[in-house]
């Protein structure tokens, strides 16, 4: 473990789940426990519960779940080192040296701090003679000296070991280079080049402030490069949960953020006086990073670019954004490429109007799917309607789809009333299929069962559910544990729930608290899980209950055992029997 175990007991003791969760949601005590609206996804009806006898957390929407330090790690984006570190410091309790956990600390430290050193020496480089041409660029590109200051913009010097040199006359390691990512090998690994050469450099700060990465724009026209090059993956950098320019929007007091495809459109944005601006990074937009704009606003205006390429982007965009509970806008750059150009050839007034008038995201698909199709020719007309229908079909308002059918019937030059039939006959096959898939689910009951994540599965779900039962009366009746003969690990059917269960024995016979939420090596996911069979595991404790289930999981680990034996045996005599050997 990373940390003692009696010092995590009493970190969870002094921060009371129904405290740190009410820092961040509305509680309302029913019964027991306690209600909100998710933090975590987006809802109108508050399925999200916390249990302060248990410690736990659990949404019956989302499915996540865990204690209290799970929550402030899935709410900050935090590691589980830094969530203990922020909850202690909450509690003004001391961290205990754990070399394991500082080591791995330190690492981050050093990691932060070069790359501030590293955006302080491109920066520097942009205002040095070396750094003319990109300067001359930036500012051809209508960027102001002060905006580059603002995003801390510089320049890294067409050179094989510029950055490299400049870091290790810092002090640096060539281990810590090479953890940074901001370098790379020679194939002989006899020395370290720079990653990026010859580029305009932006800093990546996460909300913290903390800079965790770069991205580089090439500054001349080059076939055999990448426009823009993003650092990879590191101990502090994970593309998909992080976006640029959200250290500088989350200050905004626009009430919305406007998310755009370039590192270029966020600093023009910004400095027209548009500061909620925001981009991801290089990657198409994730779950997570929705899930990270829904902590600064409730609505997203979309403005990927206009080609082809960004109109897909942003048809991949709307689901992603909408499942996390934002609400979606669109608005497309007309007379420009991009925003960055559509600013500095019309202005922020121009620009202003057109965010005012920027569409829902039903109007902006309703559209892209009338560009599909020539609406004088007959067949045409008809599959655009009947697109349309479908997309009409999937709103949950009556009034929205009675609006917006009727605006596709204008278009089309049809009836409202022929467009009303075309809808309901959408919905109605929408919702026998729906109908179909739900029954499909409902009489397999073995997948019904599988847990709601992809990455735990259970192969043998008779042995799973009872040891699901063992560990959830367990939970409960923590004293049970005595009582489970020479139940061990291995007799497991599922790795994860011997691994809890093995925790939870060995906590009990140490004296120590018996209880999901001090456990350390569970990953969000299982963590969620675990709690999620607490949930479905409720009831008074049963002895002969308990019993049974470490008999089906004993009995099924045997049966499990012979049957292996025996294959093994029959495998052994066919080989036996081609080679010609007698027994």
Known sequence: ?????????????????????????????????????CPFHG??????????????YYCFGCHKGGGVINFQMEVEGLSYPDAV???????????????????RYRQQERLWALHKEAARFFHSQLYAPVGK?????????????????????????????????????????????????????????A???????????????????????????????????????????????????????????????????ILVEGNIDVVALHQFGFDNAIASLGTSLTEE???????????????????????????RAIPILEKAGLQVKVLQIEGAKDPDEFLHKFGADRFKLLLEGSSNRVEYQLNAIALKYDLKQDDQKVKFLQESADLIATLGSAVQREVYGGRVAE????????????????????????????????????RNLQPKSRNIRYDNMKSAMAEEGVIAIALREPALLDRTGNLTQEKFS???????????????????????????????????????????QQGPVNEQAFADCVATICAEHQAASVNSEDDLLALRSRLKERKGIKE
């Open 85 to 103: 570190r922020a909850l202690a410091k909450r509690a003004g309790m001391s961290v205990p040296e754990d070399e394991q956990y500082q080591s």
């Open 191 to 257: 020395r370290l080049l720079d990653r990026f050469r010859d580029r305009l450099m932006f800093p990546i700060i996460d909300v913290r402030g903390n800079v965790i990465g770069f991205g580089g724009r090439i500054i001349k026209k080059d076939d055999n490069a990448a426009k823009y090059l993003n650092s990879p993956e590191t101990l502090i950098f994970n593309k998909r949960k992080n976006l640029f320019g959200l250290n500088l929007a989350k200050k905004s007091k626009q009430g919305f953020l």
């Open 411 to 446: 278009k089309a030059k049809i009836s409202p009333d022929a467009m009303k039939l075309e809808i309901q006959r959408a919905w109605k096959r929408r919702e026998r299929n729906q109908k179909k898939q739900q029954e499909k689910i409902d009489l397999s009951p073995a």
């Open 494 to 536: 599922s790795a994860l729930l011997g691994r809890v269960f093995t925790q939870l024995k060995q906590r009990h016979d140490q004296g120590l608290e018996v209880a999901l939420a001090v456990l350390e090596d569970l990953d969000q996911e299982e963590m969620s899980h675990m709690v999620g069979v607490l949930q479905r």
């Open 43 to 56: 809802e109108k009806t508050a399925s999200f519960s916390v249990a302060p006898d248990k410690g736990i």
């Open 1 to 37: 473990m990373a940390f003692p175990a009696s010092f995590i007991d009493e970190l969870v003791a002094r921060n009371p789940i129904e405290d740190v969760v009410g820092q961040y949601v509305s509680l309302r005590r029913a019964g027991a426990n306690m209600f909100g609206l």
């Open 133 to 189: 041409q990109a300067l001359d660029y930036a500012l051809g590109r209508g960027m102001s000296k002060s905006i580059l200051t603002t995003f801390g913009v510089g320049y890294a010097p067409d050179g094989w070991d510029n950055m490299v040199r400049a870091m290790k006359a810092k002090g640096y390691t060539d281990q810590e280079l090479l953890d940074s990512g901001l370098v790379t090998q020679t194939k002989d690994k």
């Open 289 to 315: 990073q929705a899930a990270l704009m829904t902590r600064y606003a409730d609505q997203i205006v979309l403005i990927y670019d206009g080609d082809k390429a960004g109109q897909n982007a942003t048809q």
